[in-house]
């Protein structure tokens, strides 16, 4: 027990900020799903569509009859939450198993008696009650709005958070599987990804198809068979928690079989290379290889696959029928140019977290100690962090023209309208702007003070809720535009307007640049 | 050159209120090797740190190969090859590609006396560093300050995690650097390396200077400590005989334990003969004497 209080400490920050952004996120939207639409005519029609919609049936599941406001955030907010729920189970899981492997922590406590058997239970056992907070936590904060959402009920609210929290239950159990089988706590996070990304596109595949057990099998598709505010079915959540159980003991089987920081997967440790480079850019390059690969691959696939998705949106949105998120989303306007913008806004979100990640990557050198040896072969100071964000703006863009590229040949296939090629590339590359101007806040930050880089994620997190959630929060149209997203300009349109991507651009090299200055001023950083 | 290689007057470095470093002169001569020493949190590391122009110093003039470290760097360190007391490396690279890139952001190298440290640390340098021992860290780092063509070894603690034949092979290592005219700074903990490498030291203790020299004459300054056992019924005259040399004597029993400064050592011997005494040793001091003495005395 203490074992596990000791992880709560240690991840308290983490602990806390995930679990406020998914009870916020529930509690924050539930209302706007009662005044989405006027009449109930109207809401009808959306609900029919949505239901014959592969587009949403696709992203968000299968829409149950009635349709009622309720249902419809269950459907879609329940879609996203769901997600993100995966999401922090697979980094939370990672980082309460393998990773304390690989940065000695555990072996400090297995060296002061804790039996072999113990650091694993005490993560499975702070999981599980993350879970329980999660599903309680989620399922007051909609519970809350019963008699003010239409056919919101306590009992479907605390089946909507069941669901939540079954979902972050199994995606963690299977993590600390992947956890005793990959090399490496890295490996891990990575395989768990994976994992999330099969569970989503086999739920994809059952929703679209109708083939029911194919998607109530995956972790991403509880909603479709406990179908909260439809029918609650309460006992649908046994199987879950059975697997969640098995997959458990799985884990605690294999742990038992590896020795102790190797996985079940051992990587092949030597290699007959040279590296040939001449400054710290050249190294931070080297060093950022890997992820330049997984993210370009990453986000060109998702990306493409997001904007193809949105044919039968922007038909819905022609003919006026669209609602909700996806109605926030699009507003106004030519519906194709709008759905891509909406669309590649999402990859910008994405490529912005690349942004943040890969400048922290310098805080990270420094607080281990690699910066000292670096600046001790006469490397100059500003050098080891302007190389980073020098890197990070070439990689976001070669990710982004990537994506804008695959997204240009493919997308006009798939949507009809005017200049699809055109807009899919120029909107994708239009994102970049968005990630300079993330990565000087990160740089900024850590040239003022190490210790204060997570705060890096801050006006990224506030840029991403502006620009996916402003409309549907009726969030004023001055404060949106401070917002780092949708700014691109519509190079398609009559007046394509760059001021604003200028700016970001300019605001992206200022914070830099002040960044970089700021580091010469202060001591270098020792964990 | 007469000039020092490293020269610190007065240095203070804080943190917020905390004085890591409270006023320390070091002064190394070009060519020599310096031992540092200070028990844990004595400020060794901060020092050093300053030296590299890691932290700036609170006050204090500092000067590297000539150059201030504050404002000069860069300059100062591409001679200066620096190993710290922990090694961490980029993980996913080789232990021959950190090299290689050590190497590249120094823009000069020597390659052959890089490939002879790497065959003579044994070290497999194919192997990613992820799979490295904290030993085969500590290697990587040694390997490339060795072979950089520097002025300056600044050696923080170089050799925790070496074996004892890597350590033999490390004081060669330094040995030779010294041959070749380079300067070396080692902070270490280990009084018998500082003891067969250095000729001069420096002692700190919670930031401040303790004593600084050449360890010839420090050895002076401590006393040899003698004991024996004269034969029964002669102790108390001998113990007369050898206080009125000036000499402290503390009994156990019939034995006597002396500490003898070493300009007295023969006539205490003399002394103790004489009466033809049983069991008679004498052992010269040591840095380890030297090093508890000055730290019992400060930490009064």
Redesign the interface.
Known sequence: MSLTRLLVRRHRMTLGAWLLMLIGLCAGTVPSYQNTYDTEQQRRGVVELAQNNPATTLLYGRLPDPGTPAQMFAWELGAIVTILAAVMAVLLTVSVTRAAEDDGTLELLRGCGVAPRRPLRSALALLAGLAVVLALGCGAAVGLATGHVDAVTWAGAMAFGTTIGLTFLLVSALTAVLAQIAATGGQARALGFVAVGAAFALRAFGDVKRVDPLAWSSPLGLRAAIEPFTADRWWASAPALLVAVALAVLAEVLSGRREFGAGLVTRRAARDSRLRLRTPVGLAARLGRSSLLAWTVGVAAIGTLFSTMGSAAVKQSRSGDLGGFLESQLGTGDPAAAYLAYSDTVIGIVVCAYAVLSVLASRRSEVDGVTDLVLATGVRRWLPLAAQVLVTAAVSAAVLVATGALGALITPVAIEGDDIAARAFAYAVGQWPAAVATAGCAALLIGISPRLAPLAWLPLGASALLALLGNLLDVPQRVQDLGFFRHMPDVAGPDPRFGAPLVLIGLGVALSLAGIVATTRRDIATG | MTEPAVDIEGLVKRFGAFAAVDGLDLSVAPGTVHGFLGPNGAGKSTTI?VL?????ATAGRVRVLGLDPATH??????????V?G?????S???G??VL???A????RRNAAAEQRLVNDFAL?T???V??YSKGNRQKV?LIAAFA?PTDLL?LDEPTSGLDPLMEELFQRCVREAAAAGRTVLLSSHILAEVEKLCETVTIIKDGRLVESGRLADMRYLAASTITARPPGGQADAVTDRLRSLGVEVERDGARLRLSVPRPLVPAVLGVLSDVESDDITCTPAKLEDLFLRHYAVAAR
């Open positions: 740190r590299l122009g890691l932290y700036r760097a860069a300059e100062a360190t591409r001679r200066i090859s620096y710290p922990e090694v961490r490396l980029w996913t690279l080789t021959q590609e290689d890139a050590l590249a952001l120094r823009g497999d194919r192997r990613r992820g799979t780092a950089a600044v």
